[in-house]
């Protein structure tokens, strides 16, 4: 029988492989997407994306965690869940459907009313896959659920670029989206085996509700926060700006995901089984730690150093002015993996209202902070805001926009907010910041490094196909030949792993 270690280790492998190749086809389709369409189809999209998102907070309500942390969890306490599920889900739909109109006025858009309802159905849809994947999470099918995300996005991405191709424009988006909630709710029926019973109780959900009611409300403060750029450019500016910051945080988003993915749906259930064996605790936490950094720094710095030929070469120069974003998402984006692993100890620990009132005060600070942006600084550019100042700081302001001083705050804030959320875990199992600092910098200082030496040594070359291979390969083995110099244990562990697997 297979250890936990094994487990955690094929769990892992799985999860790669489901985040990879999930975000491998929706970047493929990204880019026949990006080529087929303009900014005002995703920006109409991203206006909307609030509301759904809050929607599907709302319906899942934090059960999935719940049924996962649940120790001995039954037929009773999944049926319960499910059919709280969907009835919550109708109950939301049937509201944001009535409320269409003032979405559509909110953002003076009169398309909205018609594409919100039908984009809203994914939440319906989705409900229906809450309680199979719960199952499969909670007992590390990590392979079915590769397996699943793969057929998923494959067929929905199919049908986004058949629509759009034949001028269905935004409508190619949103069925895209749809088509890929069906796939999963109805693959999830058939891998999991699970069927509902009509013998309801929801008592299981009553008690649950109190660990799930936070994980409620931390949801919708979580969709708030990623969403929050979309309503305030949506309400300031035109959605061809909106457009342009969707699609540059889409690509930074498919690269944090794929390494979130890998740190999500393993790390959350290996902690609730070494239970409370507190040397374990830190030791598994400091080894996952370490593995997150080793993969995110160099992955998601590399994708900020190539951003602009990332950029013109897959969707073209009418999106050049998204890779400016993309280039500061992406250093917030090495960072995120890092915070998941924080939260999703927290979590397996019961405490999910630290993680409730971390979300909250994160999000309360990055609003005001965008605000405060907004009534200070000149909407069309901070060189009207600074033009009778010459101090340094001064002039390199002058150098960004209100939206690039805005997605900056937003860094600093992700970057500085991983000192609290290490001092929320201190207190629960005693890791000292210096140690995890030893465990962070390394990696970060490293690619951090790595990067800038690359771009300064391909600066002179002008051929931007020549330019992006040259800076990925020489990056990459610039970051992996000084690990390999330093002798990092985990890097040494992984090809161990690998290749005693190989043969």
């Not at 705050?409 to 992700?414: A, D, R």
């Not at 020489?474 to 002798?487: H, K, N, T, V």
Request: hydrophobic content about 50%; charged content about 15%; some cysteine.
């Amino acid at each position: 029988m297979d250890t936990l270690k094994d487990k955690a280790a094929k769990g892992f492998i799985w999860s790669a492989l489901n985040s990879g190749t999930t975000q491998l086809l929706g970047a493929v389709f990204g880019i026949i997407l990006g080529r087929l369409l303009c900014e005002d189809d995703y920006g109409l999209i991203g206006m909307i994306n609030i509301f759904g998102a809050i929607a599907n907070s709302l319906q899942e309500s934090g059960f999935i965690t719940a049924l996962i942390n649940r120790k001995d969890a039954t037929h009773k306490d999944f049926n319960s869940v499910f059919w709280f599920n969907v009835s919550v889900s109708i109950f939301f739909y049937v509201v944001l459907f009535l409320c269409a109109p003032l979405i559509a006025s909110f953002y003076n858009e009169p398309l909205l009313t018609s594409l919100s309802r039908y984009v809203f159905l994914g939440f319906l849809i989705a409900s229906f896959s809450i309680v199979p994947r719960a199952m499969l999470i909670r007992s590390l099918r990590m392979k079915e659920l590769a397996l699943m995300g793969f057929g998923a996005s494959l067929v929905s991405g199919i049908i986004g670029v058949t629509m759009a191709y034949n001028n269905m424009a935004y409508w190619g988006i949103a069925t895209q989206a749809l088509s890929f909630h069906l796939f999963i709710s109805v693959s999830s029926w058939l891998v999991s085996g699970w069927r509902p019973s009509f013998k309801v109780t929801f008592q299981p959900v009553k008690e649950m509700f109190g660990f799930s009611s936070k994980m409620l409300v931390t949801n919708i403060v979580n969709q708030v926060n990623k969403e929050l750029f979309s309503v305030v450019f949506g309400r300031f500016y035109d959605k061809g700006q909106v457009g342009c910051y969707n699609q540059a945080n889409k690509w930074n988003l498919m690269g944090t995901n794929t390494i979130t993915g890998m740190v999500q749906g393993i790390a959350q259930p290996v902690f609730v089984q070494i239970g409370n064996d507190n040397e374990r605790l830190v030791r598994g936490f400091r080894k996952m730690l370490r593995l997150t950094c080793f993969i995110s720094f160099p992955a998601m710095l590399g994708l900020s150093l190539v951003a602009s030929e990332f950029i013109t070469i897959l969707i073209t120069e009418k999106w050049l002015a998204a890779a400016r974003l993309m280039q500061m998402l992406c250093v917030a984006g090495a960072f995120l993996p890092v915070v998941t692993l924080y939260y999703n100890f927290l979590i397996s620990r019961g405490k999910s209202n630290v993680y409730m009132w971390n979300m909250i005060a994160q999000c309360t600070v990055l609003l005001g902070a965008v605000l405060c942006v907004v009534h200070i600084f000149d909407r069309e550019g901070l060189a009207n805001s600074f033009a009778g100042c010459d101090n340094a700081l001064c002039t390199f302001l002058r150098g960004y926009t209100q939206i690039d001083i805005m997605i900056l705050s937003y860094v600093v804030i992700v970057v500085s907010w991983l000192g609290i959320w290490h001092w929320c875990l201190k207190r629960e199992i005693g890791i000292r910041f210096r140690d995890a600092l030893r465990d962070i910098l390394p990696f970060m200082l490293v690619a951090a490094g790595s990067m800038i030496a690359t771009y300064l040594i391909t600066s002179f070359i002008t051929n931007i196909y020549l330019l992006i291979v040259v800076r990925i390969l020489l990056a990459a083995s610039l970051y992996l030949g000084i690990m390999w110099l330093l002798g990092a244990a985990i890097m040494r562990e992984c090809l161990d792993y690998i290749f005693k697997k190989k043969h």
